[in-house]
């Protein structure tokens, strides 16, 4: 059983122990933590809640929206909807905050609390620092009766998200009507499943093959939308002879392409392929995080911009992406997050996007990713022990590689000539992620499994 407490909020295994798990105990804890700190901060009493389809999600909601209500916050509680659904659901709402019920990509034991501010932004390191404590020391007050919050359940916003995306400047929905695409959605069973056939049929795509689009919760496979994990979706795309297949996680904020073809676009590529398009028409700044792609640098220098690199997690690349005032950005993973829309990985804006360029293109999207600057990552991982120095371990890789490029905002990343290499203690499994990428994959395997031989030898 697990618990962790991070910068990407409170997730864990469902079951256990308190402590040791997400049990209904830390659930309570840490959701009136955040409700009662949101409340010192703002004039609003409103918090807006959202899940996605997993089987505890409908007992964590019950848990979360009755502590709210304890705490004296009254709780907009939009049911099954998606991560970027409630973050633009939250200054909508005039809202204090929203917690997003969902562990993401992890397995369907696993549930998490996902923290957001009024901008409807994931909350920042401190900020989660004090939540934590908050929650440790139970240090406050619940409501009175005559003072407890109330529930309203509102189911608009399906609605609401979608008319965002269709108001944006660079959606072409025409293009796309025109275009006649057969599209084929694996949705693991979650909420995807409703929003984006929905979406894609208020962009005009006639033809939709769902795979695994009923949002109850039965995964039937693991829900990260990886290669290895994709069959089901590459044969209804071969089947039924589709021009795209599109493939996203429970909460609906990571997505991925499959070509007609029946390969995976890369999920890599979902970010670089929607910046090459919006680059076209907005000149600016480009932001991912660390352990993506070269291939979103190289596309941004062409159509003239910079590309600016963060620390791993969505608020880092946000944090960033302000910063350098950059149009477009997001990770590596499949999350793209664009300003005008919001500052959150947004599975459907990413698709309205994506189709908008391969529609004006008027090519396949075999064709078009042949035209992409061509790099291949490796991503391994080393599961973690309890008497395994993370610090030390990665200290003693820095010294050894001090002569060349790299940087230790985020773990250590090295850069190579042709290559690079980042070691980082993962935000939400008890893992080291060590991803490299080259311009062949045997190169990028060459160098994730030299580091990974030299680690476990210092581990020795």
């Known amino acids: ?16 122990r308190s402590g040791e798990a997400l049990t209904p105990i830390d659930v309570v804890k840490f959701t009136a933590a955040f409700g009662k700190i949101l409340l010192q901060k703002s004039e609003s009493k409103k918090i807006v809640v959202g899940r ?18 304890g705490i004296g916050a009254d709780v907009v509680n939009l049911g099954l909807s998606t991560t970027p659904t409630v973050e633009l659901a939250v200054p909508m709402e005039d809202a204090a905050g929203g917690i997003i019920l969902t562990a993401s990509h ?10 957001l501010n009024s901008r409807g932004e994931f909350i920042s390191d401190q900020e989660g620092k004090e939540v934590l404590a908050l929650g440790e020391s139970l240090d406050f007050d619940f409501a009175e009766v005559e003072n407890l919050g109330k529930e309203t359940k509102d189911d608009s916003y399906l ?36 929003f984006i056939p929905a979406l894609l049929n208020a962009l005009g795509v006639e033809t939709v093959y769902k795979i695994h689009c009923e949002p109850n919760g039965e995964f039937p496979h693991n829900p990260e939308p990886l290669k290895e994990h994709l069959a089901d979706l590459s044969h209804a795309v ?25 390969e995976l676009f890369g999920e890599e590529y979902t970010l670089v ?29 062409k159509h003239g911009g910079e590309y600016y690199a963060a620390a791993v997690g969505e608020v880092n690349v946000v944090t960033k ?26 599975a459907l804006v990413g698709v309205a996007l994506f189709l908008s360029h391969l529609a004006k293109l008027k090519k396949t999207a075999s064709t078009y990713r042949a035209e992409l600057p061509q790099y291949f990552m490796s991503k391994n991982k080393i599961t973690l022990t309890p008497d395994l120095d993370i610090d030390a ?26 290559e690079w290499i980042h070691l980082r203690k993962s935000n939400t499994e008890p893992i080291i992620r060590i991803y490299s990428e080259g311009p062949t994959r045997e190169s990028a395997d060459a160098i994730a499994h030299k580091i990974i031989k030299e680690i476990e030898e210092i581990i020795k």
């Open 273 to 301: 392929a929607v910046s090459d398009y919006i680059l076209g028409h907005t000149k600016g700044n480009t932001v991912s995080n660390l352990s993506s792609t070269r291939a979103l640098r190289d596309v941004t220098i």
């Open 238 to 262: 071969l089947r039924n002879k589709a021009d795209l297949g599109i493939a996203v996680d429970p909460d609906v904020d990571r997505l991925v392409f499959m070509m007609e073809d029946g």
């Open 52 to 69: 996605d389809a997993r089987l505890s999600g409908e007992m964590v909601s019950n848990l979360v929206v009755g502590t709210l209500q």
């Open 159 to 194: 609605q609401k998200h979608i008319d965002a995306v269709l108001a944006l400047t660079l959606v072409d929905r025409e293009a796309i009507r025109q275009a006649g695409f057969k599209i084929a959605v694996d949705a693991v069973n979650s909420t995807g499943g409703i």
């Open 106 to 115: 992890n397995p369907g034991q696993w549930n998490a609390l996902k923290l």
């Open 393 to 418: 371990l990665l200290e003693k890789m820095e010294e050894k590689y001090k002569e060349e490029q790299y940087t230790t905002i985020d773990g250590l990343k090295i850069d190579f000539e042709n």
């Open 321 to 346: 992406m302000k910063e350098v005032n950059a149009v477009i950005g997001g990770e590596g993973n499949g999350g793209v997050i664009y300003p005008d829309s919001h500052y959150g990985r947004d």
């Open 1 to 16: 059983m697990t618990l962790i407490k991070s910068i990407s909020g409170i997730r864990g295994t469902i079951g256990g």
